[in-house]
């Protein structure tokens, strides 16, 4: 899968680690990360798991002191096991209803930003802004979301913490985010396939529409294609129409793509993008391939940008 390098929101934002003298004597000491601590009485795992994305990061982002920071150390923890929290965090996203989840980002991004406005010699701010790109928004990223991305790029498009020139960045990752967000009707358009003719997305007719943003070229597409192939449950949809898998060709190398045709699945609908609306328009935030959108009868979108495992286990259970 190609990879598209965010910029390194520690050199972007304002706050950082060793500035100005802290409000209140540093910690010294390294600590483990402060565990949330799950009231006895909720005893209900959606319960808990609901528990847990709204306070995870309490004690962590607890303004009554700040803790040592370097380079390898946010707060007093260890930077490595803050990223094990933060992948952790972006697993138990995925297991609360979205507009849950959304809320959840918001305030971990207020409980960061009211402590880097506190503490502005503290690294804990532009480092949480780090791992929230790198977990919700990298392309490489098993647990990314961009719908829950998009918030905490929005909010960081107007955070005083970040350097004015910076806020557009922000604001447009927020607005790409934004585009064909899960539960919208994906975006319609057109497109060609090998033998010339034209087909449009609306136009196809299943339960499901698996949509591939791919090139016959990248060997993780070929990897997913090949493992699409070894699942019984998979093809039984696909023989009996219950699933359609579209496979779209987006960059203007036509003849290339030409070329490698005939080494999609037969039971594929494969084409290129004639416009390259895509690519040039954007009507899709495909920032690396393979691409996955899974739609429902109606077009609406049931997984977005998601990773493969995602799909995966969508259709184990289809």
Known sequence: MKRITGILLAVLLLASCGGRQAKSPVQPA???????????????????????????????????????????TVNGVA??????????????LQNVPMQAARGAVARLFARAETFGR???????????????NKYLY???????????????????????????????KYRYDAQMCARNPVGSVA??????????????????????????????????????????EQMPRVSRAIADGRLKVVDIFIDPEIEDWMAQADSFPKSWICGYDHRLAVTNDRIYNVRGIPSLYLLDRDKKILLKDAPQENVITFFETL
Request: aromatic share 12%.
């Open 30 to 72: 390294r600590r483990a990360f402060p565990e949330v601590e799950i009231p006895s009485m909720i005893t209900e795992a959606e319960d808990r798991v609901d528990y847990m994305v709204n306070h995870q990061w309490d004690r962590f982002t607890d303004t009554s002191a700040v803790y040592y920071c370097d380079s390898l």
């Open 79 to 92: 930077l490595q096991e803050l990223e094990g929290q933060m992948g952790l965090y972006a697993t138990l």
């Open 118 to 132: 506190r503490y502005p010699e503290s690294n804990l701010f532009p480092q949480m802004a780090e791992l929230a």
């Open 138 to 168: 990298d392309p490489n990223s098993p647990v990314r979301c961009e719908d829950l991305y998009g918030v905490y790029a929005a909010l960081l498009a107007e955070s005083e913490l970040v350097k004015d020139a910076y806020r557009p």
């Open 187 to 228: 975006t319609d358009f057109p497109f060609t396939d090998a033998q010339g003719k034209v087909h449009t997305l609306h136009g196809i007719q299943a339960d499901y529409t698996l949509l591939i943003f791919g090139n016959p070229g990248c060997n993780a597409c070929r990897e997913l294609m090949e493992l699409m």
